[in-house]
């Protein structure tokens, strides 16, 4: 498959702070790459690098060129934290990217596509900041490019624009562009990439497929029983797979959704009561947890999953 | 897209945003309107005795054209290449066919329009409120332009370097005020220094030529040329120097 995007042994510093630490990766056409990591890991320095719009050890090419030799026709760009002439209407700031092109979209259509057919005529600094964003968006697309780069697209939009711009992106990995987007939305690396690239300090320590990441790094599902329970309600237990005390809970790892039934008649036979029961299913966050070293939350408790299977009292 | 369209889509961006910062329009033309009443009207030229300045008022066309042609590209490169910076612009810029040359002479050709019609508007004050004998020469344009070429570039070196739009302001006045003063524009060489070097000023040739042009005798070809070479070399430090993004 053609690689629109290498990097090899990307390094970059500020002074003595190491940005960039080595990274390695590349995309292929109608790829969409996830880069996720805390503040400061290097997304956005590794964006720069890959553009060509900093100086950067190691090599990068876009599309077998060097990143600012390249046809600027075929890349688009959303910078971090863009901040285009607030004073012009969200029609005219898609014009005047579309002005320095050679060839563009219909200005029109792409204002429609991220949802702002309504809103064209309003002043940049007078729409909302979800409209903001998407007309940032807007001027990335205007040149119809084969490697979009967004930095962190969906900040500041609403849940409804930001499911609308992800079926937006689907529909152009679809067609075969190349998509390189940052984000702190695991469930947006989730939904959209086809590979996620995991920065923390500068080093790439993750890069693969969503799920080959959750089946590695993730853990077990866990069936979370809260309660007031001490070390002799665990050793009552009578179940197959690890059970364990956190603080006052139960965590009874590797139960499946249709073994969740098992854990409770082992509870019942125990003769152990409870307030309620959640059950955790790994995803894409709790592999960012583990390999950026923050696992656990702010208050000392273990991190829950977004699906809660079940609950009840007894 | 030709480069021509590229200019074209910059500087209609860059009017309309300048054209809708209302205060920044209204002072731009208002700026030129209290000089001349300052200067021209309460100060007064009176060469008979009296008033500050010692020559026919038409001496200080250089001076007054100067006020727009120094502060304005200045101040409005300067803040413009802040503004871009602080909202990353020229990070997406650097993506485009846009180069940093066609950038900034898509800024200094809409300088150009905006302060030649102040300069317009300045030239009709003097000649109304100071009964100024002005020749209104084709020659005073290439002045102007390369007055503005030259110090839009020094504009952009002013914002790529200073640190902050404040920054940019407080440095423009800082060299602003003493070139105007020290360019043979309001003070006549003979009353500075002589061993102070105002031949090393560009803003002096744009003084000479002017006032060679506005009075209808003495050097012309001299002042334009060394004009034309600073326009060029500010023009080009000025691009390289606009920040791609760190």
Not at chain 1, 2 to 29: F, K, M, N, Q
Not at chain 1, 76 to 91: D, K
Not at chain 1, 289 to 294: F, I, M, N, Q, Y
Not at chain 2, 217 to 237: D, K, W, Y
């Amino acid at each position: 498959m053609t690689e629109v995007l290498v990097a090899e042994d990307v390094r970059r510093s500020y002074g003595d702070t190491v940005a960039l630490d080595g990274v390695s990766l590349s995309a292929s056409a109608g790829e969409v790459l996830a880069l996720v990591g805390p503040n400061g890991a290097g997304k956005t320095t590794l964006v720069r690098a890959l553009t060509g719009t900093t100086d950067a050890e190691g090599r990068v090419e876009l599309f077998g060129e060097a990143p600012t030799t390249v046809d600027r026709d075929r890349i688009g760009l959303l910078p971090q934290s863009f901040t285009p002439h607030e004073r012009l209407t969200a029609r005219e700031l898609v014009a005047y990217y579309a002005g320095l092109y050679d060839e563009t979209r219909d200005v029109e259509a792409v204002l429609a596509d991220v949802g702002l057919a309504e809103a064209a005529d309003t002043h940049y600094e007078n729409l909302s900041g979800g409209q903001q964003r998407r007309t940032c968006v807007a001027t990335a697309l205007i040149n119809d490019p084969d490697l979009l780069v967004l930095d962190e697209p969906t900040t500041g939009i609403d849940p409804a624009g930001r499911q609308a711009l992800w079926e937006l992106l689907e529909g152009l990995a679809d067609r075969g562009v190349t998509i390189l987007v940052t984000t702190h939305y695991m469930e947006e690396a989730q939904r959209l990439a086809d590979r996620v690239g995991l920065l923390a300090d500068g080093r790439l320590v993750a890069l693969d497929a969503p799920e080959a990441l959750v089946a590695d790094h993730a853990g077990d599902s866990q069936l979370i029983v809260d309660g007031a329970f001490d070390e002799a309600a665990v050793a009552a237990i009578d179940y197959p797979t690890e059970t364990t005390l956190q603080d006052g809970r139960l965590v009874v790892t590797g139960v499946r959704p249709e073994s969740i039934g098992g854990v409770v008649d082992a509870l019942d036979a125990a003769g152990v009561g409870y307030d309620s029961l959640t059950w955790t299913q790994p995803d894409l966050e709790a592999v960012y947890l583990e390999l950026t070293g923050t696992g656990v939350g702010r208050s000392g408790e273990p991190r829950e999953g977004a699906r809660a299977a079940t609950g009840g009292s007894r | 897209m030709s480069r021509l369209g590229r200019l074209r889509a910059e500087s209609l961006a860059a009017s309309r945003a300048f054209l809708r910062r209302r205060t920044a329009v209204f002072f731009t033309f208002f700026f030129p309107l209290i000089i001349v009443v300052i200067f021209g009207v309460l100060v007064q030229t009176r060469p008979g005795g009296g008033g500050l300045f010692t020559r026919p008022p038409a001496y200080y066309v250089p001076g007054y054209l100067a006020v727009v042609v120094l502060f304005t590209p200045l101040s409005r490169v300067g803040s413009e290449v802040a503004r871009h910076r602080d909202g990353n612009r020229f990070e997406k810029l650097a993506t485009t066919p846009l180069t940093r040359p066609e950038w900034l002479l898509a800024q200094t050709l809409v300088n150009v329009v905006v302060i030649g019609l102040a300069g317009l508007l300045l030239l009709g004050l003097m000649v109304v409120l100071t009964d100024a004998d002005i020749v209104f020469s084709p020659l005073l344009l290439p002045f102007v332009v390369l007055g503005v070429a030259l110090f839009c570039g020094v504009g952009a070196m002013l914002g790529s370097l200073a640190s902050s739009q404040d920054g940019v302001i407080s440095a423009s006045n800082g060299i602003a005020l003493p070139l105007l003063f020290l360019s043979e524009t309001f003070v006549p060489p003979e009353l500075l220094p002589a061993w102070l070097p105002t031949w090393l000023s560009p803003l002096t040739y744009f003084s000479r030529g002017v006032r060679a042009v506005s009075t209808g005798g003495g050097e012309v070809a001299v002042p334009l040329a060394v004009l034309s070479v600073c326009a060029v070399v500010g023009f080009a430090v000025g691009a390289a120097l606009l920040p791609r993004t760190d």
